[in-house]
Protein backbone atom coordinates (compact mmCIF):
# COMPACT_ATOMS: atom_id res chain seq x y z
CA UNK A 1 0.00 0.00 0.00
CA UNK A 2 1.29 3.59 -1.22
CA UNK A 3 -0.12 6.15 1.23
CA UNK A 4 -0.57 9.85 0.44
CA UNK A 5 -0.12 12.18 3.25
CA UNK A 6 -2.22 15.60 2.55
CA UNK A 7 -4.22 18.33 5.30
CA UNK A 8 -7.64 17.12 6.03
CA UNK A 9 -10.06 18.64 4.68
CA UNK A 10 -14.37 19.13 5.04
CA UNK A 11 -15.10 16.69 2.57
CA UNK A 12 -13.13 13.74 4.76
CA UNK A 13 -15.35 14.18 8.30
CA UNK A 14 -17.74 11.07 6.91
CA UNK A 15 -14.59 9.03 6.97
CA UNK A 16 -13.12 10.61 10.23
CA UNK A 17 -16.28 10.09 11.67
CA UNK A 18 -15.84 6.74 10.98
CA UNK A 19 -12.28 6.13 11.95
CA UNK A 20 -13.04 8.27 15.31
CA UNK A 21 -16.15 6.27 16.67
CA UNK A 22 -14.27 2.97 16.11
CA UNK A 23 -10.74 4.18 17.75
CA UNK A 24 -12.08 5.92 21.14
CA UNK A 25 -13.87 5.47 24.03
CA UNK A 26 -15.18 8.58 23.86
CA UNK A 27 -14.83 10.11 20.42
CA UNK A 28 -14.57 13.28 19.35
CA UNK A 29 -18.05 15.25 17.68
CA UNK A 30 -18.16 16.52 14.27
CA UNK A 31 -18.03 20.15 15.37
CA UNK A 32 -14.67 19.57 17.28
CA UNK A 33 -13.18 18.21 14.42
CA UNK A 34 -14.92 21.07 11.82
CA UNK A 35 -13.24 23.80 14.76
CA UNK A 36 -9.88 22.44 14.63
CA UNK A 37 -9.31 22.14 10.74
CA UNK A 38 -10.82 26.08 10.88
CA UNK A 39 -8.22 26.75 12.91
CA UNK A 40 -4.95 28.90 11.50
CA UNK A 41 -2.93 27.51 14.71
CA UNK A 42 -3.98 23.76 13.60
CA UNK A 43 -2.33 21.23 11.60
CA UNK A 44 -4.70 18.47 10.46
CA UNK A 45 -3.00 15.67 8.38
CA UNK A 46 -4.43 12.73 6.54
CA UNK A 47 -3.42 9.39 5.22
CA UNK A 48 -4.51 8.14 1.99
CA UNK A 49 -4.28 5.11 0.72
CA UNK A 50 -4.17 3.89 -3.30
CA UNK A 51 -7.86 4.20 -3.79
CA UNK A 52 -8.29 7.33 -2.21
CA UNK A 53 -9.78 5.95 0.86
CA UNK A 54 -8.83 8.36 4.03
CA UNK A 55 -7.25 5.50 6.32
CA UNK A 56 -5.62 7.31 8.90
CA UNK A 57 -5.73 11.39 10.52
CA UNK A 58 -3.55 13.49 12.97
CA UNK A 59 -4.67 16.63 14.10
CA UNK A 60 -2.00 18.88 16.18
CA UNK A 61 -2.76 22.26 17.62
CA UNK A 62 0.06 24.75 17.66
CA UNK A 63 0.18 26.47 21.36
CA UNK A 64 2.74 28.94 23.04
CA UNK A 65 5.48 26.74 24.16
CA UNK A 66 4.55 23.17 22.05
CA UNK A 67 2.57 21.65 19.42
CA UNK A 68 0.40 19.79 20.90
CA UNK A 69 -0.81 16.42 19.26
CA UNK A 70 -4.66 16.42 19.86
CA UNK A 71 -5.58 12.81 18.13
CA UNK A 72 -4.50 9.99 15.88
CA UNK A 73 -6.42 7.57 14.81
CA UNK A 74 -6.05 4.57 12.25
CA UNK A 75 -8.85 2.64 10.72
CA UNK A 76 -8.75 -0.85 12.23
CA UNK A 77 -7.86 -2.60 9.04
CA UNK A 78 -4.88 -0.75 8.24
CA UNK A 79 -3.31 -0.92 12.32
CA UNK A 80 0.22 -2.32 12.29
CA UNK A 81 1.11 -0.98 8.50
CA UNK A 82 2.86 2.23 8.97
CA UNK A 83 -0.13 4.83 8.83
CA UNK A 84 0.07 6.36 11.93
CA UNK A 85 4.10 6.42 11.83
CA UNK A 86 3.85 7.92 8.53
CA UNK A 87 1.81 10.64 9.87
CA UNK A 88 4.32 11.31 12.92
CA UNK A 89 7.32 11.43 10.88
CA UNK A 90 5.35 14.13 8.70
CA UNK A 91 4.33 16.09 11.37
CA UNK A 92 7.88 16.60 12.97
CA UNK A 93 8.85 17.02 9.03
CA UNK A 94 6.34 20.02 9.33
CA UNK A 95 7.38 21.99 12.24
CA UNK A 96 10.99 21.14 12.13
CA UNK A 97 12.07 24.73 11.29
CA UNK A 98 9.91 25.47 14.52
CA UNK A 99 12.98 25.05 16.78
CA UNK A 100 11.55 26.51 19.67
CA UNK A 101 8.62 24.31 20.47
CA UNK A 102 8.52 20.95 21.52
CA UNK A 103 5.67 18.70 20.73
CA UNK A 104 3.53 17.08 23.37
CA UNK A 105 0.77 14.68 23.98
CA UNK A 106 -1.38 12.62 26.33
CA UNK A 107 -1.70 9.18 25.91
CA UNK A 108 -3.70 6.52 28.47
CA UNK A 109 -1.56 4.71 30.65
CA UNK A 110 -2.68 1.21 28.96
CA UNK A 111 -2.02 2.02 25.47
CA UNK A 112 1.38 0.01 25.60
CA UNK A 113 1.23 -0.09 21.86
CA UNK A 114 0.87 3.56 21.38
CA UNK A 115 3.35 4.69 24.27
CA UNK A 116 6.27 2.42 22.60
CA UNK A 117 5.05 4.57 18.82
CA UNK A 118 5.05 7.71 19.98
CA UNK A 119 9.05 6.40 21.96
CA UNK A 120 10.51 5.94 18.91
CA UNK A 121 9.33 9.19 17.62
CA UNK A 122 11.32 10.42 20.83
CA UNK A 123 8.41 11.49 22.99
CA UNK A 124 9.32 10.48 27.02
CA UNK A 125 7.00 10.02 29.40
CA UNK A 126 7.27 13.43 31.75
CA UNK A 127 4.15 12.81 34.17
CA UNK A 128 0.60 11.68 34.56
CA UNK A 129 -2.99 13.49 34.63
CA UNK A 130 -4.66 11.06 37.00
CA UNK A 131 -8.22 10.59 35.93
CA UNK A 132 -7.84 12.54 32.75
CA UNK A 133 -10.18 9.83 30.94
CA UNK A 134 -13.95 10.88 31.27
CA UNK A 135 -15.11 7.35 30.06
CA UNK A 136 -13.15 5.20 32.78
CA UNK A 137 -11.51 7.92 34.50
CA UNK A 138 -7.80 5.90 33.03
CA UNK A 139 -4.58 8.57 33.77
CA UNK A 140 -3.24 9.90 30.82
CA UNK A 141 0.95 9.39 30.48
CA UNK A 142 2.14 13.31 29.61
CA UNK A 143 4.34 12.86 27.02
CA UNK A 144 7.19 15.61 25.67
CA UNK A 145 9.60 15.56 22.82
CA UNK A 146 11.85 18.26 22.95
CA UNK A 147 12.97 20.50 19.53
CA UNK A 148 16.41 18.38 18.51
CA UNK A 149 19.41 20.47 17.80
CA UNK A 150 19.12 19.56 14.06
CA UNK A 151 15.32 20.59 13.59
CA UNK A 152 15.90 24.54 13.01
CA UNK A 153 16.26 25.70 9.60
CA UNK A 154 19.51 26.22 8.68
Given at each position: M??????????????I??????????????????????????????????????????????????W???????????????????????????T??????????????????????????????T???????????????????D????????
Amino acid sequence: MTLQLRRLELGDMDAIERIERVSYRTPWSRSMFTSELAKPSSLSLGAVDDDGSLVGYLVLSKHVDAWHVMNVAVAPDQRRRGVASALLARLLEVTRADAERGHTLEVRVSNVGAIKLYERFGFQGTGVRRGYYTDNREDALIMWRDPEPGDAAA
